[in-house]
């Protein structure tokens, strides 16, 4: 949509005025997943490790106990972190943001 208007002054300038409606196109999105690290217990992640059968019950082979401790933190990580997948939208960096740009914002906040 287009929106046009030239004033009706006597002069040797006119002014436009131009109203233009345009759609900005839509950013990407792409699907990230993670895991809440940070969210773990620790007395109870601490506690459910113990009780893995790679500490009860330890294999005699080392191949074994390599996909006892895989097994086990793997379940474990499900159980006290599951993954989570949620979708986020693609921005484009910002090139003048240099790393001298952020130490003299920093220095001057300070």
């Excluded at 196109?25 to 993670?34: D, I, N």
């Excluded at 401790?69 to 921005?91: C, F, M």
Aim: charged residues 30%; glycine residues 0%; contains cysteine.
């Amino acid at each position: 949509m287009l929106d046009c208007a030239i004033s009706d002054l006597i002069s040797d300038h006119f002014a436009v005025r131009a109203f233009i409606k345009a759609h900005r196109p839509s950013r990407p999105r792409k699907k990230v997943t993670y895991r809440e690290l940070n969210r773990i217990d620790e007395d109870r992640f601490l506690s459910d490790m113990l009780s893995l059968p790679l500490f009860t019950s330890p294999a005699s082979d080392v191949s074994d106990l390599l996909a006892q401790y895989n097994e086990g933190q793997s379940s474990l990580l499900d159980v006290h972190a599951p993954v989570k997948t949620k979708l986020v939208t693609v921005r484009p960096a910002d090139p003048w943001l240099t790393d001298e740009v952020l130490a003299v914002r920093k220095k001057v906040r300070a």
